[in-house]
């Protein structure tokens, strides 16, 4: 498996010709991209159409559900749990910035969505961020936005066990860069990531915390993602906007494999 994940976040955006589209796009685009794992998150009402229409041997590409809900099956008007996606994607995001303030979810919800992926054999890739920046130009550390962080992060992991590390992502997505023009600089988002480790290796042993893997997200595209894959300590990518511009995406999978 590779080491860095770059997970393309469709949101909202594609009707579904649009997506056909895109899917089609991808499969020529990322044709010769060896190297890292992408995960293709198409909006829940066209994997089925996505998937099918995917029929392409590229090992390194999978699908990711944009999010999933924890019961696996019931009375739960709109919602897709895990054991209902789990034979179509390997990958769900969970607690994105967007549903934890359009829908209000909860890090105890999270956590049952992450929880729930791994009972049914999905990778939940983990959004955290804080809200206002968490440092400032010197290098100081906001407290309030640190607790928040640092919360969502353990709340988000916890009961989950050391051995299953391996199969979760973290995708540190600060909520002031997401789907505006100011990403974080690339320091910036090292600096962070550094301190969620730092964190995370309260409670977790070093040698485990090494095949948990930790993405930036937040306007990565195909100009600025070099500055960050300089970086070995930063796995991967969750891309929004850029990520349904089949040319741009495949370019950004090609720098973070041979960075
Ligand atoms: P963006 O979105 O790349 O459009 O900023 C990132 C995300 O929401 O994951």
Redesign the pocket.
């Known amino acids: 498996m590779s080491r860095r994940l770059i ?1 393309g ?1 469709w ?1 909202m955006y594609p009707t579904l010709s649009d997506a056909l589209v895109l899917t089609s796009s991808l499969k020529t685009a990322l044709e010769g991209v060896k190297g890292v794992e992408i995960a293709l998150a198409p909006p829940t009402p066209w994997l089925v159409p996505v998937v099918e229409s995917w029929h392409h041997k590229l090992e390194n590409v999978h699908f990711a559900a944009q999010d999933i809900w924890p019961h696996d099956q019931g009375a739960y008007t709109g919602q897709a749990s895990a054991f209902l996606l789990k034979n179509l994607v390997s990958y769900a ?1 969970v607690g ?3 549903r934890r303030s359009y829908v209000g979810e909860d890090n105890d919800l999270i956590n049952d969505k992450v929880h729930a992926c791994l009972r049914w054999g999905i990778k939940p890739i983990l ?1 955290v961020g804080e809200t206002k920046r968490l440092l400032d130009a010197d290098g100081n550390t906001d407290s309030y936005q640190w607790s928040r962080l640092s919360i969502q992060l353990m709340e988000g992991l916890s009961g989950i066990k050391e051995e299953d590390l391996a199969k979760v992502s973290v ?1 540190y ?1 600060p909520v002031w ?4 023009k100011r ?1 974080a600089t690339p320091e910036y988002a090292l600096e962070v990531i550094g301190r969620l480790r730092e964190k995370l290796s309260e409670k977790y042993p070093r040698r485990a915390l090494g095949e948990l893997r930790i993405l930036y ?5 195909v100009q600025n993602a070099a500055g960050f894959m300089k970086y070995p300590e930063i796995d991967g990518f ?6 349904v511009h089949a040319r741009n995406f495949a370019k950004v999978c090609s720098t973070a494999a041979s960075l």
């Not at 860069?177 to 505006?180: I, N």
């Not at 997200?217 to 595209?221: A, K, M, Q």
């Not at 969750?238 to 990520?243: D, I, M, S």
């Open positions: 997970v976040n949101k995001i994105h910035s967007e959004c995708a997505e860069a997401v789907g505006t990403p997200g937040g306007d990565v595209d969750l891309l929004g906007r850029e990520a």
